[in-house]
């Protein structure tokens, strides 16, 4: 049965498409099979796959909210053992609609019941908030990676994050696990990037994940060609740290030993 990440933080802006895009592309370049669910209404992740949200006919949304079976709606990529769960702007309307349904904090958990058994890892795409939609994702997920981008007020919100987390683990899901908290788009010339990372691990130690993602112009030109970034430009610094998370995680989990990597096709 698959692994479920959910990629977190209520704060726009922090990296967490670009690292459930890019993560789940290694994943699968490591030749894990991979899906990704794009669970932010502003579909990002869909667009940033090469997938035009307005022409998706059918979204998470109907999985969630019209129980549609999950496995018609998925869309392969063009990007091998890479699979896509679309987002749609209707999205936005599912918090309300789903107020009354019965469950309704299960509703993606249910959904992807039938079809843990085809993928190795799904990691999700949350939305900026932690509305009905993110409570969903993390009741799905087995673990959760927090993105902090190495910027000012990083640490701003992830009190409340860590606290729904806590809610969650303690009434929905009390499997949740803490995958680890990722520095992302970090600068080595910048004195305040260097005090974020210092700052970061010195509060969260080993919650902190050894690989720390650069700032890097190829990961945020990558979704205008609807590509990861290891499509476009497989040696650059951003392909290469997504790279080293996805082994980094791999071998957390037991799935890679230390001095026996995977070949990458
Ligand atoms: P979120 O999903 O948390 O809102 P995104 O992944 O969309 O954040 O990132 C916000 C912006 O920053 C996007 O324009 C993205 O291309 C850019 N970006 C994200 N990570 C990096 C990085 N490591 N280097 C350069 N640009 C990045
Ligand atoms: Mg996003």
């Known amino acids: 049965m698959g692994k479920v990440i959910a990629i977190a933080n209520q704060k726009g802006g922090v990296g967490k498409t670009t690292t459930a895009i890019n993560l789940a592309a290694s994943l699968a370049a490591l030749e894990f099979r991979t899906l990704i669910i794009d669970a932010d209404p502003q579909a990002n992740s869909t667009s940033g796959l090469g997938f035009n949200p307005k022409e998706i006919e059918y979204s998470i949304y109907e999985c969630m909210v019209e129980g549609i079976r999950t496995r018609d709606i998925i869309i392969q990529t063009d990007f091998p053992n890479l699979d896509l769960l679309p987002s749609h702007i209707d999205l936005v309307g599912a918090e309300i609609e789903m107020i009354n349904l019965k469950n309704r904090e299960d509703r993606m958990k249910d959904s992807m019941d039938t079809i843990r058994d085809d993928y190795?890892?799904?990691?999700?795409?949350?939305?900026?908030?932690?509305g009905l939609i993110t409570i969903n994702s993390l009741t799905a997920a087995d673990s959760v990676i927090i993105p902090v981008q190495c910027e000012y007020f990083a640490l701003e919100g992830l009190g409340k994050l860590l606290n729904t987390i806590t809610i969650i683990q303690s009434r929905l899901n009390t499997n949740l696990a803490i995958e680890g908290i990722?520095?992302?788009?970090?600068?080595?010339?910048?004195?305040?990037?260097?005090?974020?990372?210092?700052?970061?691990?010195?509060?969260?130690?080993?919650?902190?994940?050894?690989?720390?993602?650069?700032?890097?112009?190829?990961?945020?030109?990558?979704?205008?060609?609807?590509v990861p970034v290891l499509a476009q430009d497989a040696d650059?610094?951003?392909?290469?740290?997504?790279l080293n998370l996805a082994r980094e995680i791999l071998t957390k989990n037991g799935l890679l030993s230390q001095d026996h990597s995977v070949g990458v096709s």
């Open 120 to 130: 190795d890892f799904v990691i999700i795409d949350c939305s900026p908030s932690l």
């Open 182 to 226: 990722l520095l992302t788009m970090y600068d080595l010339r910048l004195r305040l990037s260097n005090q974020v990372v210092n700052e970061v691990t010195t509060h969260f130690q080993s919650l902190v994940f050894d690989t720390i993602i650069p700032r890097n112009v190829r990961l945020s030109e990558s979704p205008s060609y609807g």
């Open 236 to 242: 650059s610094k951003g392909a290469i740290s997504y």
